[in-house]
């Protein structure tokens, strides 16, 4: 006969577990419920889990496309090499050209991988009779990687396409203070790996500087970014990234072809409602035209938000006829998103490639990256519509 405190001691044991310790990272709606080879039932057929993977993909998508694809080393480093990969398709129109791009912001880059593999995928002959597409996979090699929105310098590449001038005015902007980054940002930087604790004492931090400066100020300030601080949180650089320069190179090779109409579509993802979509536009005006084109779509423009320098916008290379949108999708809450960004920078200071660091990896490609059957179904199906709806006004 069972001694029944063995029993209460067992189910006490692994209910704590289940509660506090043993928080799998594998759940229940994370599963495909049939083949995971079946692409009409599982949308993990167009998923990867690491950089070369989702890279191989979109590779041989592209050739069964029939695609030109071509690969522009950014960096080679410990025997591996980053690369911005472009799969070209000519269309009748060849005058108007639709650019789909993933990964500017690196770890976000599998979300936007995923589309494009399904989109060339299914390509098929009628497409031939639109515009030209150019996909543009992996703006941010090195930051898909390794699960970190920053490149090998530790520089936000959303930070980084800057003109001469705009060099000139953040790196001289404010006194090396940002609006406010070094008294609103920096005091929640770490001088320390981060601990267990941290998961929780973070969240105390983070609130005691919002009550103290305000969230609106906090959200402006962080996500106005900075150049002045190379290890810290949402660094823009000291000077234009390989990543950057290969991508202004690629735009300038289409754009003397004769392009006249264009759209560029930059598949992006962060906090919000999870596989909530929002088309972002440039302006007020790129609004009113982006409203016509995703119809249904939630839409905001930069003037709704916050200014922030150095996004990746080619109007300087396409001038004519030109509308760039990103296209937002939601991952996580706030304040968890947060917490991952700022815990997975303590770890890369101050104990890169430590298991610490590892596991903060994970929490930040899960913050930018969710494993949900129902995320993976909600972005490829928006991502695919927002494609078609931008072809269908090309064509």
């Avoid at 980053?82 to 005058?95: E, L, N, Q």
């Avoid at 941010?140 to 936000?156: K, Q």
């Avoid at 953040?170 to 980054?181: F, H, K, P, T």
Wanted: proline share 3%; charged share 25%.
């Amino acid at each position: 006969m069972l001694d029944c405190s063995v029993v209460m001691t067992a189910f006490f044991t692994i209910a704590m577990g289940m509660l506090l310790i043993d928080l799998s990272s594998l759940q229940e709606n994370m599963v495909c419920s049939a083949n995971y080879g079946n692409a009409s039932t599982c949308p993990e057929v167009f998923f990867s889990q690491s950089y070369h993977a989702a890279r191989m993909k979109f590779r041989d998508a592209a050739k069964e496309a029939k695609a030109e694809w071509k690969q522009h080393t950014v960096l080679q480093e410990d025997g591996f090499e980053y690369s911005v990969d472009t799969a070209f398709v000519r269309g009748k129109k060849a005058k108007n050209l639709l650019i789909h791009m993933s990964g500017t912001r690196g770890v976000d880059g599998f979300t936007g991988s995923a589309v494009q593999v399904k989109l060339l995928r299914e390509w098929n002959s009628s497409r031939g009779d639109g515009p030209s597409v150019l996909f543009v996979h992996a703006v941010n090699p090195y930051g898909m990687a390794h699960f970190r929105p920053y490149n090998e310098n530790n520089v936000d590449l959303s930070r980084n396409y800057l003109s001469p001038e705009e060099w000139s005015h953040v790196l001289e902007r404010d006194n090396a203070n940002n609006s406010g980054y070094n008294e609103i940002v920096a005091p929640l930087l770490m001088s320390r790996a981060p601990r267990f604790i941290d998961r929780y004492a973070f969240f105390y931090h983070l609130l005691k500087r919002i009550v103290t400066k305000g969230l609106g100020a906090f959200k402006q300030t962080l996500s106005g970014g900075q150049y002045h601080h190379p290890d810290a949180v949402g660094f823009g650089g000291h000077e234009e990234q390989r990543a950057i320069t290969v991508l202004r190179e690629v735009f300038k090779a289409h754009v003397e072809t004769g392009i006249e109409k264009s759209i560029v579509l930059d598949v992006c993802t962060g906090p919000g409602s999870e596989g909530s979509e929002t088309i972002v536009s440039n302006s007020r005006e790129e609004r009113v035209v982006a409203e016509k084109i995703f119809k249904g779509a939630k839409m905001q423009s930069r003037n709704d938000e916050t200014e922030q320098m150095g996004d990746i916008r080619p109007s300087d290379t396409f001038v004519k006829n030109s509308l760039i949108i990103k296209q937002n999708f939601g991952t996580v809450n706030w304040l968890f998103f947060v917490r991952a960004l700022f815990l997975e920078n303590a770890a890369y200071k101050h104990a890169k490639g430590s298991h610490v660091h590892a596991v903060m990896q994970e929490w930040l490609k899960d913050a930018f990256y969710p494993q949900t059957m129902a995320y993976k179904r909600a972005v490829l199906k928006k991502g695919v519509a927002a494609f078609d709806s931008a072809w269908k006004h090309l064509s």
